[in-house]
């Protein structure tokens, strides 16, 4: 035991270092105090969301035009991470400074860079530790989340997680550029003053200079809080993504030189040069590319979908000579409605603002002001409107193409939702903080005498609780994420059955309607007691050996076309949504959702009809079918489309028709069991994006 | 084992280091001697690799030993430091312990030698300066490196706990293990200490068992006290 080794050269393992690094963030107050600190600040942004929101949609019940400006992303999302990133730019550099200040101080760092790992493991361990301490933070923004979806608020899992993305990274970087100043500081003070001069520098870019002409437009652009804006609009910009990234390993390569003690200042400046110079390289190259996706699902970032093909194709380079001083409104309409989607979608687009170094306020007897010259080969034209709708028409002309026929597609419904957010005070105000004190309180209980000692040298109490939070909170916070089961059409075949549907009653079909698949039930054909083709098998199929019984039940059924989802083996609770569109049926025009499918093939279906204009609540049971719940004047218009949701907890069943809550019973017990799509008689309809999204 | 030649330092126009050199042998223990701003903590740095050096090179077994290699067969051990003050002293040494893969009997043992299981329980911030030291002396015991550099290991120790201490550094010198002691009591130096480098103003003064350096200083049967005021 006490006798040397030569041999050093085997790799330590990474494990203690990094939870030594854990426990270092977790015992400091900084932590704890960010996330109670959190908890109003998160709080009372969600509320005045919700209650705005809840506003707006209460305007919108009956205008669906008004409907389709509510969208989650914007009234509830942004502005409650808005509240987080607040706390991230003024506290979370005093928790990723511990991990590095502490020891500076302390003098544990002369024991920590002697022990067996290289330097660039300790910062990247030390970096991997300010993550963790980062979701520890966005526990109650995150519980916002969840308790919108409790509340049935609509969550598009790509925006969610495009903005949190954006805010992991802008943590991130904050963490990186925190442990950079600890590295370069002697005490925790100094290096909190240097990181906070970055955040809140930034804030003073963005207030003072973003928008003035010339370099100080350029000098904006360095601002930390720009990250998250491209996020924050549901954009997915690889360049951005790369861009940080690279920032982040440039500060963590600067803290890497100067953390190591034994070197002298020269030789770190020398080393900070080569990352200085190593680090714009890589920044000119990442703003090289292009590739970005938009993520909202109004499809705000880009053009309509014939427009950016027709865009796509235009092969010759498009050359925009903008007028416009770059803080004037119309440039800024100008760029998001038009000069950023052209960017986006046309392979060769430059852009150059011609008054670069003119203000707004100077250029009033400049008669070439507010023009907009675009040129495409060797032709021309001049504009001042700052509307697609005048420019591409003019930049179609330039290129000698005609304006494309619109291709339909389905139009963002928006998601009006009324709720009550007081629940959300609740949790914001009292139980998460109580939450949040029992957990300090843990961590700072010392292990009596008898409880211990060292029986596991690697993972000790204080590790082992450590471990425990993060997996109640992944517990807690799974739920909010877990990937809904969406029946994606795409790769079927069209005429064909749907391969991730098995229909039982009916003939349902892949259609290919205007180049996007669709799920089609044709009822025009119907003969009442007709089953799908090949029922025997697909009974099996569902039930195994207890087919029969089904069979039976179908038999008794065959007036209702449904297909079953094969995914879903029990639904408890949770969503399931589709949208439907009624294309004819003399006797019927019927969409519904089905659930609770026993294998006796009972089953419940809320429907919509378009002839009848009213959502039922069906039982199917013992070959009987009786009306649950019936809920007249629900207005649904034959070839449009409509939203259909039904929401289950337990035994409590909502159904919802392009948004607005109609329908709620609770029935005797709570439902189980397989879910599918439902119509009636002759129905003919077309169905699409069939999802269900599960809940504990 | 360990040798150093011509080490020297400058903070500007101050000397801290001036062209230090002696050697350590396998299982020794090699006492610093010098009063206090002598430059005994900047020599154990730069020995360490914790503190850029002017020039002078150090070899470990007649192989040179670069900077970045330095911590491949040197621990340093600082005096003052108190690491991670929010955790308890049983979760500084279970980082140590798992670092360097040892065991729990390891660990335990190393605990129960240098006395420290009464504040296993207790923050490294409610520690007493004797106990934070013991802590610091057992994280270098938990390392693997075949040399260690003490800073003031006596530093907070009474007398029966010095004495102690010093037959625990005897312990751990027998088994192969060398030490190099910064230590400002003669007293304390004279009785721990195989040999004794004298360091007075950044250099070296002499070099050698106490006898061998009374015979330097022309001091037969004198202390280490008289000895030392006699080549500095």
């Known amino acids: 035991m006490l006798s040397p080794e030569t041999s050093l050269a085997r790799g330590a393992p990474v494990w203690p270092l990094f939870a030594k690094e854990l426990r270092e963030i977790v015992s400091g107050r900084a932590l704890w105090t960010l996330l109670l600190l959190s908890c109003p600040l998160v709080g009372y942004s969600f509320f005045q969301a919700t209650s705005l929101y809840g506003e707006a949609s209460a305007a919108a019940a009956n205008s669906p035009v008004l409907a389709t400006g509510l969208s989650p992303l914007d009234g509830i999302l942004v502005p409650t991470f808005g509240s987080f990133y607040v706390a991230v730019t003024l506290l979370f ?13 302390s003098g544990a760092l002369r024991l920590l860079v002697q022990l067996p790992y290289r330097t660039v493991t300790l910062v990247w361990v030390k970096l991997a530790a300010v993550f963790f301490a ?19 608020g609509h969550l598009s899992p790509a925006e969610i ?84 990234v690279v920032a982040v390993c440039a500060f963590l390569a600067l803290a890497t030189v100067w953390l190591p003690p034994g070197i002298t200042v020269r030789q770190k400046l020398m080393r900070s040069a080569v990352c200085v110079g190593a680090t714009a390289v890589a920044l000119v190259l990442v703003t090289q590319i292009k590739a970005s996706i938009d993520v909202t699902e109004d499809r705000r970032n880009s053009f309509a979908l014939a427009d950016a093909r027709q865009l796509a194709s235009l092969a010759e380079p498009l050359a925009i000579t903008v007028h416009l001083a770059a803080e004037d409104p119309r440039y800024i309409d100008l760029h998001r409605n038009v000069l950023a989607k052209l960017e986006r979608v046309m392979p060769h687009v430059s852009i150059r603002l011609a008054t670069a170094r003119q203000s707004f306020a100077s250029s009033a007897g400049d008669e070439t002001y507010g023009e907009i010259e675009y040129r495409y080969g060797a032709r021309s034209d001049l504009s001042r409107s700052t509307s697609p709708r005048e420019i591409l028409p003019l930049i179609y002309g330039l290129a000698g193409v005609p304006p494309p026929a619109p291709i339909p597609s389905a139009e963002f419904p928006g998601y009006p939702l009324v709720t009550d957010s007081v ?55 799974l739920p909010a994420f877990a990937a809904p089961i969406k029946v994606d059409l795409a790769n079927e075949t069209a005429g064909a059955e749907p391969k991730g549907l098995l229909p039982v009653v009916g003939v349902w079909r892949i259609e290919n309607d205007g180049g996007k698949k669709l799920l ?62 009624c294309l004819s049926g003399r006797i019927d025009q019927g969409a519904g959702i089905l659930f609770n499918l026993k294998p006796n093939g009972d089953y419940l279906t809320v429907r919509a009809n378009c002839l009848e204009n009213n959502l039922v609540l069906w039982k199917f049971e013992k070959g009987r079918r009786s009306s649950v719940e019936w809920v007249r004047n629900t207005p649904t218009a034959t070839r449009q489309w409509h939203d259909l949701r039904v929401r ?49 | 084992m360990l040798q150093i030649a011509s080490l020297t330092k400058s903070y500007g126009e101050q000397r801290a280091l001036e062209n230090v050199g002696f050697s350590v042998q396998e299982g020794e223990v090699l006492g610093l001697i010098g009063p206090n701003g002598a430059g005994k903590t900047t020599l154990l740095e730069a020995i360490a690799g914790l503190l850029p050096v002017d020039s002078g090179e150090i070899r470990f077994r007649y192989q040179l030993l670069p900077l970045r290699r330095r911590r491949e067969a040197i621990f340093y051990l600082p005096d003052g430091a108190r690491p991670y003050a929010d955790q308890t002293a049983e979760q500084v040494l279970a980082f140590f312990g798992g670092v360097h893969r040892r065991s729990a009997n390891d660990v335990s043992d190393i605990v129960s030698m240098v006395v420290l299981r009464p504040v296993l329980a207790k923050r490294i911030n409610a520690l007493s300066k004797g106990y934070n030291r013991r802590l610091i002396i057992a994280l270098g015991f938990l390392t693997r490196h075949p040399i260690l550099l003490l800073d003031e290991p006596f530093d907070g120790f009474d007398l029966r706990q010095t004495r102690d201490m010093m037959s625990v550094l005897r312990r751990v010198a027998s088994g192969g293990r060398t030490l190099l002691l910064s230590i400002h009591q003669l007293r304390d130096a004279e009785q721990v ?29 004198a202390n280490l006290e008289e000895v030392f005021l006699a080549l500095t």
């Open chain 1, 161 to 244: 997680a495009t903005l949190f993305l954006g805010h992991l990274l802008y943590g991130l970087l904050i963490g990186a550029v925190a442990l950079f100043a600890a590295s370069i500081t002697e005490s925790s003070a100094t290096a909190a003053i240097v990181t906070l001069a970055f955040t809140i520098g930034s804030w003073v870019l963005d207030f003072t200079i973003a928008g003035r002409p010339g370099w100080l437009e350029w000098f904006a652009h360095l601002s930390l809080t720009q990250v998250i804006r491209t996020f924050e609009q549901g954009l997915l910009s690889a360049s951005l993504v790369a861009g940080v």
């Open chain 1, 423 to 477: 629940f959300s005070l609740v949790w914001f105000l009292a139980v998460l903080p109580i939450l949040i004190v029992l957990a300090w309180w843990r961590s700072r209980r010392l292990p009596s005498n008898n409880q211990m000692f060292l029986k596991e040298v690697v993972m000790n109490s204080s590790t082992k609780t450590l471990l425990i939070i993060a997996v109640s909170v992944i517990a807690v916070l």
């Open chain 1, 93 to 105: 550099p005093f928790v990723a400074i511990r991990a590095l200040g502490e020891e500076k101080q």
């Open chain 2, 193 to 221: 200490c195989d040999r004794l480098a004298l360091l007075a103003d950044g250099r070296i003064r002499g070099v050698g068992t106490l006898e061998e350096l009374r015979r330097q200083a022309n001091r037969p049967g």
């Open chain 1, 648 to 696: 289950i907890a337990g035994s409590k069943v909502e159904g919802y028709l392009d948004g607005k809550l109609y329908l709620q019973h609770a029935l005797p017990a709570p439902v189980s069991g397989k879910i599918g799509l439902w119509s009636k008689a002759d129905s003919y309809m077309h169905f699409d994006d069939f999802t269900a999204a599960a809940s504990e």
């Open chain 1, 520 to 581: 089609a039930v044709d009822g025009r054909q119907w003969k009442e007691g007709q089953s799908s083709a090949g029922i025997a098998d697909k009974a099996r199929a569902l039930y195994g050996e207890r087919y029969a019984e089904f069979l039976d039940r179908v038999q008794t059924y065959a007036y209702y076309p449904y297909v079953v989802a094969k995914d879903v083996e029990d639904f408890k609770n949770g969503e399931i949504t589709v949208r439907f569109e």
């Open chain 1, 134 to 152: 980062w979701l520890l933070c966005a526990i109650p923004v995150l519980s916002s989340v969840l308790i919108w979806s409790m509340a049935g």
